[in-house]
């Protein structure tokens, strides 16, 4: 419980960052990829770098966690699902003008058309779920 | 209390949202040894709505409690974007969404459509790259996963595409 605790506190701090950073607004995505206001694409490019260093810093620290426990780094597969995916998703980015992570900040904030793209959004896995269910390679994580 | 202003109030710069986004990946590594990342849990909401499914990614050790650590995740986003839009005094609901309904007059719901249609794929294509702009392109890439560079290569790439032909054939190019 207190982990879960954590986790919700965690997500509270990136849903606030989201939301004052401008992350949650459709037009910020829109004017990121039509080159006419790169903000969000500081955004990322500074979360990456701060990201990478404090990375860094944990691994050079000998890569445990507080409790001394080694770190589960995650590493996703290589493979050509990355491609189609990225596909598919660079096309629902472009047209809900949110990610997986910013609809939901929309959601918290009120905007109505981001609960249809978070409703899409459970029904887009449910469809992965039932394509996963005959293709097994699919399963990419 | 020009400072509150700053904080709850006015757009926080760039630099502030990238720093404490990047913030998170070491910090939910060295606290909780957990990969900084949001789509796996839109599994958990897909069986919130068919819990009896038998699929079998559904059911697989990551759903086993639909109530674990990825719910919780995404309840505290929904509630930070609440908090935020209710201490900057905005309204509690908005029906609108920016430039696109600002510059079309279709019915409403056309628009719910059209914002289910990029949920459905932003959903399926983050499970099929094996992940999102979270996991991949910040989490991914800050820990320099050739997986999350290609995938994040073809997000921006497809987004860029897709947004252009919008905003020529759909928004009449504003």
């Known amino acids: 419980m207190k982990k879960k605790i954590a986790f919700l506190c965690f997500g509270i701090i990136f849903g606030f960052t989201l939301s004052r950073v401008g992350a949650s607004e459709y037009d910020l995505i829109y004017t990121m990829?039509?080159?006419?206001?790169?903000?969000?694409?500081?955004?990322?490019?500074?979360?990456i770098i701060i990201g990478a260093v404090g990375m860094r810093l944990l691994i050079l620290n000998g890569g445990k966690d507080y409790k001394g426990k080694s770190l589960e780094i995650k590493k996703k597969p290589l493979n050509k699902y990355n491609v189609y995916g990225g596909i598919i998703f660079g096309i629902?980015?472009?047209?809900?003008g949110a990610c997986p992570g910013t609809v939901l900040a929309q959601v918290g904030e009120g905007k109505l058309l981001g609960l249809f793209t978070m409703a899409g959004l459970a029904l887009g896995t449910y469809i992965y779920a039932l394509i996963a269910e005959k293709n097994h390679n699919i399963v990419s994580d | 209390m020009k400072i509150l202003q700053l904080i709850f109030v006015e757009p926080w710069p760039w630099w502030i949202g990238g720093i404490i986004i990047g913030l998170l990946v070491p910090a939910m590594y060295y606290f909780l040894n957990t990969a900084l990342g949001v789509s796996t849990g839109y599994g958990n909401i897909a069986k919130l709505i068919f819990p009896k499914t038998k699929l079998k990614w559904l059911n697989s050790d990551k759903f086993k409690d639909i109530f674990n650590w990825r719910?919780?995740?995404?309840?505290?986003?929904?509630?930070?974007?609440?908090?935020?839009?209710?201490?900057?005094?905005g309204r509690l609901l908005i029906i609108d969404m920016g430039i696109f309904t600002q510059s079309l007059n279709w019915p409403y719901i056309a628009y719910m459509g059209w914002f289910l249609l990029g949920g459905i794929l932003l959903g399926l294509g983050?499970?099929?790259?094996?992940g999102c702009t979270s996991g991949h392109s910040i989490h991914g890439i800050a820990n320099l996963h050739p997986s999350s560079m290609l995938s994040t290569f073809f997000f921006l790439l497809l987004g860029a595409i897709t947004v252009n032909l919008i905003r020529i054939f759909i928004l009449g190019g504003v």
Do not use: D, P, Q
Request: proline share 0%; aromatic share 14%; charged share 10%.
């Open chain 1, 33 to 47: 990829f039509t080159a006419e206001n790169l903000k969000l694409a500081l955004v990322i490019l500074t979360a």
């Open chain 1, 92 to 96: 629902g980015w472009a047209i809900s």
């Open chain 2, 71 to 89: 719910f919780f995740f995404i309840l505290g986003i929904i509630i930070g974007g609440f908090i935020s839009a209710r201490l900057s005094g």
């Open chain 2, 126 to 130: 983050s499970r099929i790259a094996g």
